[in-house]
């Protein structure tokens, strides 16, 4: 009898140290549940701000460039104005010794500057014109129809002094109009940061490369875009990595590890396509984006996804 109750004690006492031990095994996994959603939701916060970083500090960039681009023609401008301001005085204060000869020759001159001030200011406008429609489309992310040639010209337009500082040169095979109904913004966003990607990746070191825009309508309603570049190219194990996010080969160099991975969001997500990339060291690489000329509605409302212009991987 005393035996039958000790054992019964015994696993009475064995079952309620069971209990106990599940008990706080489960708080603490509970713990550290709330523990890692707590961390992912910082690190998640943490990425929303390293992309509003960069998308600041890409406005900037634009902001320079167009700086940079408006200073030739303006200054230009300024100059021939200067002349036609001096060539006025002088026939002012000479008026009754000039001969027919010389009013002539002085006419000529004012034409020619008017001239070149008349050229300055159509290529302002041109470069104004262009900058703002890129800016209108980064900032406000909206969907509208544009002629993806004209879209490419126009981003490149404000990646001039990025891409002559290391005399590189990128050519646009695009040889008939393509329409789209989509986003030129986030689609312009793109472009710039696999150009800039060639830039500082695949040309780093190097002068004169070249990168060239490619594309064509297919037949199923999709539009193939590649963005293709003759320098460095990258070995499969940073080809199979180039879209991660934070990855990046320039580690304490500026890098972000940013640009790319929120390149592939955007195709995604966005523009309702895909992107893939061809590349082997030492002869280039290729990046082959395939997206529908009219964007899945599904998607209008995700067009506010964050921009990432000029972001460097």
């Not at 002349?83 to 002088?90: A, M, S, T, Y």
């Not at 010794?97 to 001159?109: M, V």
């Not at 297919?218 to 070995?235: L, P, Q």
């Not at 061809?278 to 998607?299: C, K, L, M, W, Y």
């Amino acid at each position: 009898m005393l035996i039958g109750l000790a054992l019964t004690l015994l696993a009475t006492l064995a079952f309620g140290s069971l209990l106990f031990q599940n008990i706080r095994v489960e708080t603490l996994v509970a713990a550290k549940a709330r523990q890692l959603k707590k961390t992912f939701r910082g690190l998640q916060r943490a990425q929303s701000q390293l992309v509003k970083q960069e998308r600041m500090a890409a406005l900037g960039s634009l902001v320079a460039g167009v700086a940079h681009e408006l200073s030739t023609p303006v200054s230009n401008s300024m100059m021939a104005a200067s002349v036609i301001v001096d060539r006025l005085k002088r026939i002012n204060d000479r008026a009754s010794q000039l001969s027919t000869d010389d009013l002539l020759h002085e006419l000529q001159q004012l034409n020619e500057a008017a001239t070149l001030v008349q050229q300055n200011a159509w290529r302002a406008g041109d470069l104004i014109s262009s900058f703002k429609q890129v800016s209108i489309d980064q900032t406000s992310a909206r969907r509208r129809e544009f002629d993806l040639r004209k879209t490419v010209e126009a981003v490149l337009a404000t990646l001039g002094p990025q891409l002559r500082g290391g005399e590189h040169h990128v050519d646009i095979r695009i040889p008939e109009p393509i329409d789209m109904n989509s986003y030129p913004g986030q689609l312009g966003q793109v472009l710039a940061n696999l150009v800039l990607n060639a830039v500082v990746h695949g040309f780093s070191g190097r002068t004169q490369g070249t990168i060239t825009v490619s594309a064509h309508r297919e037949r199923c309603g999709m539009v193939e875009i590649i963005v293709a570049d003759n320098g460095k190219g990258m070995s499969e194990q940073v080809r199979e990595r180039v879209f991660e996010p934070f990855f990046t080969t320039r580690l304490g160099q500026g890098g972000s590890g940013l640009g790319l991975h929120i390149v592939y969001n955007i195709v995604d997500t966005v523009l309702g396509g895909k992107i893939s990339v061809r590349s082997q060291p030492d002869h280039g690489s290729e990046f082959i984006i395939r997206v529908p000329d009219s964007a899945p509605e599904t998607n209008v409302q995700k067009a506010s996804a964050p921009s990432a212009e000029s972001i460097k991987a």
